[in-house]
């Protein structure tokens, strides 16, 4: 019994010995200012082009139904990247991913990709994408998730429109916000 008493004291006293040693843990400098965001605006041409002796895009994966959509289907691309609507403007990067057929009714992607800049200031930088993208809208918006470089943990949204669609070849216009 006194070996009890013993041990209930030493628990006793510990706990009031922690919670004395807990008093000062939050501190009274002020509420937490986060740093102003840093905003930054890109504009480009991304070029995807999935006929011809050299396509940017191919389907790797069909699915095994027939629908008006494609849905199932998954194509990788690595698409360039330039500085104005035309094929020959000055290339600024590339866009490597795979866009995912998703939408069984609505023609709908999800878009998994990732935008490096091989020229200019934010050479070697590049974002990170991840978000449904409905390519019959000709104005959408993707999700910044991420990024590495100058864009490292970004966030923020790509401004797409539609700029030319034949069959097999698009041009989109690229309009990027980067906040953080």
């Known amino acids: ?19 004395a ?19 930054t605006y890109l504009y480009f041409f991304l070029h995807d082009t999935m006929s011809g002796n050299n396509p940017s895009a191919v389907p790797i994966v069909s699915p095994n139904i027939t629908t008006s959509t ?9 698409d360039p990247l330039t500085v104005g609507p035309d094929i020959t403007s000055e290339v600024i990067g590339n866009a490597q ?10 023609l709908t992607l999800m ?12 050479n070697g930088s590049s974002i990170s994408v991840f978000s449904r993208n ?5 104005e959408r918006e993707l999700a910044v998730v991420g990024g ?27 309009h990027i916000m980067q906040f953080g």
Do not use: N
Not at 1 to 19: G, N
Not at 111 to 122: N, P, Q, R, V, W
């Open 111 to 122: 878009a998994y990709l990732d935008i490096g800049f091989t020229k200019g200031e934010f």
């Open 21 to 39: 040693r807990c008093q000062d843990f939050y501190s009274h400098a002020g509420p937490y200012v986060p740093p102003p965001q840093k905003v």
């Open 70 to 78: 494609g849905f199932g289907g998954v194509i990788a691309f690595d």
């Open 134 to 138: 409905p390519i019959t809208e000709s």
């Open 148 to 174: 590495k470089g100058k864009f490292r943990m970004a966030k923020g949204l790509i401004s797409a429109d539609l700029t030319f669609l034949p069959v097999l070849c698009g041009v989109l216009e690229r």
């Open 97 to 106: 991913g795979l866009w995912v057929s998703t939408g069984k009714d609505v």
């Open 1 to 19: 019994m006194e070996k009890t008493m013993i041990l209930a004291w030493i628990l006793i006293l510990s706990t009031a010995m922690a919670v």
